[in-house]
């Protein structure tokens, strides 16, 4: 009843959270994590999520495969699957060992290149190492911009057998990977299969906005464990990062501009303005907005009739939240292909050749013609032999 | 007359009906305030636990370029679903196509993407003019950044694993909102001997909990 409980509530999330999707796969639990005991005999049931009317097929993979037992094998527009598992008495190799139920779309959407669904939900059956072992689980950073403060978040387990002792830190290092700061985050004592959340919020105040990388150290009894992360500190600021750099002449042309924000929040109604340098043609670009740290491309036309150089100057201004982001950008116009040339060329050796071959021609007719003058005398010569020889 | 009396009546069925209404509501109210008492003396739980659970919404999930042929006269054609402008489709007269795949993590937990291929470009595309044909795919997070921690470089075109699950793409493909969608962009180079008909290819992505 209580898994059943579970199953609603996280279908309910999917359902709610997939609202609009045009397709979707999933699978309610993602995971089980269980520590092993001698000859552990379980039921899991995992709901698998699929568009209506999908057909897959479902499978078990992992290196205990041979341990677990699924209910169904294939499934039309999801549902669920109760996988039995049975476990040996004792387990050879000891650390995490992953079990996957997945379900395989087997049905395509269609198109020239589509995309289909496999989904695996895993039953993690944790082996206890002898003596002490200690992991981490997971260390997350998040992004903010400068000033704000950045949460660490680091977990520690236990997988051995014994008590340890865990002591973590996390250091920052810049960009030119020099270490900043070191950030302690506390000490704990943990029992086997036990686990430890450590949190802090840190100041970012006397930080320069840019990238950062953080790396967390737990020591314990038995050893070092590190683990890194990075994150960014932003700015407000949206720069440049792209632009078309070649346009035809004489021709309405389209100018993209890519930009990228620098800011962990969103910038609404960024646009751009584009000013020829030397001439008086300018243009504005619809504005667009950007999501944080976004790259996004803005786009506009110009004429450029009149612009004479082959290589000629632009200034690019973006405008967002009151500020102004200029560049000054050289550009320049495709090298055209001439076809006024090459028909005149083309057109000249067709005629040379007509007339070559006409003179050969000429000529030609002019021999037939002379023998033709001769070819008379000498059939009445013939005709009065033959009178003789009468 | 009759009709006068026809009304009375009716209007004295409706007053015995308010009455009777107004008399049941007053009793109904009355029962109901002795269960409220307006004072709170003790401590309540609610529990509510959420599951964690893992799935992908593919926003686009079909890359179509329709049907076309190469320029009479040129090797091949190319595709890139990256690019826009000329470079998007050349040397063809297929319609161009700038919309990529997209998948978005909407489940509540981290997960590994690895992403599959169906067949390689000799199977699906054939042929070897202008040094043959080329299938090749490039993820990249720009849209959402930090979306992926990649396993492979989101700058690279690789050619599609075609083994097992296929080519681990992201070590963690994030759920948080803002940051949990990737975009699968395709390079195809269609070779002037290319087979014909109707060509597809399926990708298969798989996910598991990170």
Redesign the interface.
Known sequence: MKKE???A??LF??II??FD???????????YEVEFSPGLTENYVFRF?FDEGVDSDVYIEGDLADYVKINKEKLVGGGPVMASVKLPDKIEIPGDHRI?I?S??LT???????????????ILIKVPYPGKYAIIDYFYTT?ANQGDPINLTLSVGNLGKENINVDSFVEIYDEKNQSIEVIPLGSAALEPTSHKIFSKSISTLNYKPGDYRAVAVVKYDAGELSQQRSFRLGTLYVGISNYTREFQRDKLN?M?IEIESFWNDPIEKVYGEVQIIGYDIKFLTPSVDL?????N?LSGFFDATGIEENKFQANITINYEGQKTNKIVDLKFKRETDYALYALVGGGIFFGIFIISLVIAMVILFIRMKKNEKSPLKERGVEKDAKKNK | MKTDNMLLIVAIIAVVVSIVGAGMTYSYIIAFKSKLTGFATGAGWVN??????????????????GSGMVTPGKSSATFNTSA??NTNMTDGNWTGNTNG?N?EN????N?TLKLKSATNGSAFIGGSAGGGPVFKMRVND?????SCVYNISNATWFNPNQSG?GELICDYFDYGN??DEIR?D?YVVVPSDSLTGA???????????A
């Open positions: 409980a579970f199953f509530i996280g999330f999917i959270l997939s999707a045009k397709a979707v796969v999933g699978v309610s639990p993602g995971i999520i996957y997945g395989r779309q395509s959407p269609g198109g020239t290149i589509g995309i289909v669904g496999n989904v695996k939900g895993v992004n389209q993209n999501k944080p740290w976004q790259k491309q | 509510l636990t959420v599951e964690e659970n893992i799935a992908i919404n593919f926003t686009n999930d079909t890359v179509n370029w826009t402008g795949l998948i909407i489940g509540n937990k997960v720009s849209a959402e950044p930090h699950d803002g940051n699968i395709f060509r597809g290819n399926t990708i298969t992505a798989t996910i598991a909990a």
